[in-house]
């Protein structure tokens, strides 16, 4: 049984910085690509950052520069460190892959304030 959960949101000024994790079980990690995907309130859900099975990493535009991906396969979890956060990051965060079937954790709310 697949099972993604995500950790680490919480309220956070501008400016600062968090570290989200989602500890995945019942997918083999290390060989497939995992993602990280944000919904902002009224908004849609848009793909925040990908890694893949060979540590290639893409992300998009609007985190470019300010959030990491990484795994850690011994410990079956993905993390995205958030740096420089905005305003407009604000929004729940989720972890996904594609096995199959595209699974999804509950996600993690992230909130920025001024």
């Not at 949101?9 to 290390?30: D, K």
């Not at 908004?43 to 850690?72: E, N, P, W």
């Not at 989720?94 to 079937?101: I, M, P």
């Not at 996600?107 to 304030?113: A, E, H, I, K, Y």
Request: a positive charge.
């Amino acid at each position: 049984q697949v099972r993604l959960v995500e950790s680490g949101g919480g309220l956070v000024q501008a400016g600062g910085s968090l570290r989200l994790s989602c500890a995945a079980s019942g997918i083999p990690l290390a060989l497939i690509a995992m993602d990280w995907y944000r919904q902002a309130p009224g908004k849609q859900r848009d793909l925040v950052a990908r890694i893949a099975s060979d540590d290639s990493r893409t992300y998009a535009d609007f985190v470019k520069g300010r959030f990491t991906i990484s795994r850690d396969n011994a410990k079956q979890t993905v993390h995205l460190q958030m740096n420089s956060l905005e305003l407009e990051d604000t929004a729940v965060y989720y972890c996904h892959v594609s096995y199959g079937r595209d699974f999804w954790g509950k996600g993690t709310l992230v909130t920025v304030s001024s």
